[in-house]
């Protein structure tokens, strides 16, 4: 199929210093995740996987690491598409202000994490996954960002684990700590650090029957 425009807001907000989007903004976006899985099914397909494009999305998905682990900053940010040593320690610094801004309001749901801390496609990823949950439909999970989604949708609804399928242990520490906490086994170690579903793209041929 041709890209399908499911356009919420241009970009999210800074989240250093504000909220990544507002509640309606985030559950529509978690609403277009889940109209894409529902036309996924009704096509007939029986699996899917998830990928994503962005610039800079390792941020916030380091900022809902952190967060659901209960991690520091140092401990979940990396390099990303290959930040000198300078730009990760101010990679790290922005992560960390993220975590303690969010931090500061106490006691809050996953979705509000989502909300003050991530990004449009995380949170499309993470209605996907509830939805997907909701059809008995498996995923199979790319990198560092869809493993965090993955692990808000588990926050959120913990049945979703059981339609999780991880593709690869990405690069990103991120990720790494998410598989673990997951527990889920990742078939293929590349040392990848790419999006866009490439690593997913490499486990579907070992899921598919001749």
């Known amino acids: 199929d041709a890209v399908i425009s499911r356009r919420v807001r241009n970009g999210s907000g800074n989240i250093a210093k504000e909220s990544a989007m507002s509640e309606t903004e985030c559950r529509s976006a978690m609403e277009a ?3 894409v899985l529902r036309q996924m099914k009704e096509r007939g397909y029986s699996i899917v996987s998830i990928g994503e494009m962005g610039i800079g999305n390792t941020t916030p998905t380091a900022v809902l690491a952190g967060l659901l ?5 140092p401990e979940v940010t990396g390099r990303g598409a290959g930040l000198s ?6 990679k790290i610094r922005t992560v960390q202000k993220a975590m303690d801004r969010i931090r500061a309001m106490g006691d809050i749901s996953p979705e509000t994490m989502l909300r003050e801390g991530g990004g449009l496609e995380i949170a499309a990823m993470t209605g996907l996954l509830l939805e997907a949950e909701k059809q008995n439909m498996p995923v199979v999970l790319d990198g560092a960002i869809t493993l965090v989604a993955a692990l808000v949708a588990v926050w959120m609804d913990p049945r979703s684990r059981r339609i999780l399928i991880a593709s690869h242990d990405p690069q990103e520490p991120s990720g790494h700590r998410t598989l673990e906490e997951l527990d889920l086994p990742a078939a293929i170690r590349g040392d990848l650090s790419l999006g866009e579903g490439t690593g997913a793209m490499l486990l579907i041929p070992m899921l598919v029957n001749e």
């Open 33 to 35: 995740g889940r109209n």
């Open 85 to 90: 040593n300078d730009g990760l320690d101010r």
């Open 69 to 73: 682990m209960k991690l520091d900053a």
